[in-house]
């Protein structure tokens, strides 16, 4: 009796063993799939809206009324960023999920300010007080985005830039707003850097986009080495 349970015993083993294994990713047709790169997403979405919006603050084309912006900022630069930063989420990614989340919701509420309905710029009597109130929003935005500056000093070169004009771009706004006297001239500054800062999002964006595997050519974004410990 011994023996025929060993017998049927390593049979069985020898039945286990021999079934094929199911592999998560299968083909095409696969139940189960890799998540794609979010990060190209978001950041066009966020060039594309820094750059309407900064062509504006120069003046270009002679507009001095940047409500058109508002359609850009609630659902490109709002609710497509927002979207990109929950995706990062599921790719294991804090900081791209930390930073197109936090500049999702800041074009959102950007652009609410401009939307007649919200009665935010209404409520202000005083264009000083708007102008402090502006400021003081812009200023907040530049604090966010210096520290994921900080966070940003060992993603690559391109990443650093990008964060650093971020940076720059939203201290002279919040100062053209915060200073009357030097509005014209530091709103400019702001609207230049922040040209500068959108096509440094639209680089980095091709270049994630530009993946070795399905493009004929790769871009640099200058890689910095991890630490190993």
Request: glycine fraction near 10%; charge should be neutral.
């Amino acid at each position: 009796m011994s023996e025929q349970y060993e017998k049927a015993e390593v049979g069985g083993v020898g039945e286990i063993n021999n079934v094929p294994r199911r592999t998560a990713v299968a083909g095409p047709n696969a139940q189960f799939r890799k998540y794609g790169n979010p990060g190209p997403l978001g950041l066009y979405a966020f060039a594309s809206t820094t750059l309407l919006l900064s062509l504006f603050n120069v003046t270009a084309r002679d507009i001095h009324t940047p409500n058109l912006i508002v359609g850009m900022a609630l659902f490109v630069g709002g609710l497509v960023q927002l979207l990109a930063g929950m995706w990062e989420f599921a790719c294991a990614n804090t900081f791209g999920a930390t930073a197109f989340s936090m500049y999702g919701a800041f074009w959102m509420s950007f652009g609410t300010i401009y939307v007649p309905g919200s009665g935010i710029l209404t409520s202000y009597t005083s264009k000083e007080e708007l102008g402090s109130a502006v400021g003081l929003y812009l200023f907040m935005w530049f604090i966010v985005t210096f520290l994921l500056f900080i966070a940003s000093l060992r993603r690559n070169l391109g990443m650093i830039a990008l964060f650093f004009f971020l940076t720059l771009t939203f201290l002279m706004l919040g100062v053209s707003n915060i200073v009357p006297s030097s509005a014209a001239d530091t709103a400019k500054a702001g609207g230049a850097l922040g040209i500068v800062t959108a096509f440094i999002a639209f680089y980095v964006g091709t270049a994630q986009l530009l993946i070795r595997e399905e493009s004929w050519f790769t871009i640099p974004v200058g890689t910095i080495p991890q630490r190993l410990d």
